[in-house]
Nanobody, 119 residues
Framework: QVQLVESGGGSVQAGGSLRLSCAAS????????MGWYRQAPGKQRELVAR???????NYADSVKGRYTISRDNAKKTVYLQMNSLKPEDTAVYYC?????????????WGQGTQVTVSS
């Protein structure tokens, strides 16, 4: 049974920082690409940051220079360090695990954690 459990969300004032964690179980974590997505009220879910199994990262333009994604394969955990937070960063943040193997997609989602940034 695959589980992705996010933690670290909360409320913060603009300019503040939060660190999200996502602990995985039930998968061979090191071979999965891991990502953080977010969904604000009334908006579609969007990719925030991704780190693949080779530890290559990419970021949405809106968070470049402010967010940092990292992973610890020994702890089966992916992190999202969020600095210089803005009110528009307010959303539910979701952890994602993805793998494509021989044309078969394996994809899992966490339950989400709320991040609220006040001005």
């Amino acid at each position: 049974q695959v589980q992705l459990v996010e933690s670290g969300g909360g409320s913060v004032q603009a300019g503040g920082s939060l660190r999200l964690s996502c602990a995985a179980s039930g998968i061979t974590f090191s071979i999965y690409d891991m990502g953080w997505y977010r969904q604000a009220p009334g908006k579609q879910r969007e990719l925030v940051a991704r780190i693949n199994s080779a530890v290559t990262t990419n970021y949405a333009d809106s968070v470049k220079g402010r967010y940092t994604i990292s992973r610890d394969n020994a702890k089966k955990t992916v992190y999202l360090q969020m600095n210089s937070l803005k009110p528009e960063d307010t959303a539910v943040y979701y952890c994602n695990a993805f793998r494509l193997r021989f044309g078969q997609t394996y994809e899992y989602w966490g339950q989400g954690t709320q991040v609220t940034v006040s001005s």
